[in-house]
């Protein structure tokens, strides 16, 4: 059975082979020109936004759908969810999406300095014990390395469900010299401007009655 499944995971990785960068760092300083032949997006001018641990999909193909000037790249470390978000490209028939199929460390070793415009951290995982805070997405160090690839002005979204996570990352934020804007805890009841793109973890807690909370980081 388990092998049935990885066979599955196999012949759907090669089928979406295209959708998915290989060596990443290679593009470090490039990300603007096309890397795919038939990402037509924008060209020089394209902004580029990626989302760090896009699980299925729902939000990131959803953004690149409405704004297809723009270049647009969902990471993702598990093979068997990211095949879940390259499908949905692929029905959507995108032009303007890539994929990192990776844990990634360290932005800095992918993008150039100033080369990203925005930067999605959606329901990221807690991890909730203080010795595991260096793994959190939010961590100082992750920080730093998002605030030398962002152009200034660029900004890090942030939705979490976990208040913990959520006071963490104020503290991390200010430590990294990066301004909040749009701060609430409860988006959904909140005038913030929304794109009304619900990833699919924001639906399940917010149709649990969780308060989503969010803020904007700004380099
Ligand atoms: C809790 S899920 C949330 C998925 C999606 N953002 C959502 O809101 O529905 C977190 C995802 O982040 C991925 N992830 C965690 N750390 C990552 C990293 N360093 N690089 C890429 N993906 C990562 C995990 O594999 C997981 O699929």
Redesign the pocket.
């Given at each position: 059975m388990r092998q049935r499944k990885l066979k599955n995971l196999d012949e759907r990785l090669e089928h979406f082979k295209n959708w998915i960068v290989n060596e990443p760092e290679k593009q470090k300083g490039r990300w603007k020109e096309a890397v795919r032949e038939d990402v037509q997006a924008g060209k020089q001018n394209a902004n580029i936004r990626l989302?760090?641990?896009?699980?299925?999909g729902?939000?990131i193909t959803e953004k690149a759908f409405r704004d297809p000037e723009n270049k647009y790249i969902g990471?993702?470390?598990?093979e068997s969810?990211i095949v879940r978000a390259i499908e949905k490209a692929e029905k959507k028939g995108l032009k303007n999406i890539m994929f990192i199929s990776?844990?990634?460390?360290d932005l800095r070793e992918i993008f150039a300095d100033e080369e990203v415009r925005g930067i999605y951290l959606?329901?990221?995982?807690p991890w909730p014990k203080k010795r595991h805070a260096s793994r959190r997405?939010t961590h100082r160090n992750f920080l730093a390395s998002y605030k030398a690839v962002l152009e200034p002005g660029g900004s890090i979204e942030i939705r979490t469900d976990n208040k913990e996570l959520f006071d963490f990352t104020l503290c991390e934020a200010e430590a990294a010299g990066l301004f909040t804007k749009n701060i609430t805890d409860d988006l959904h009841g909140s005038d913030i401007r929304k794109d009304g793109i619900m990833?699919?973890?924001?639906e399940k807690f917010s149709s649990m009655g969780k308060k989503i909370k969010y803020v904007e980081l700004i380099k």
């Open positions: 989302e760090i641990g896009c699980g299925k729902r939000f990471i993702e470390g598990q969810v990776g844990y990634v460390r959606f329901f990221s995982d997405l990833t699919e973890y924001e």
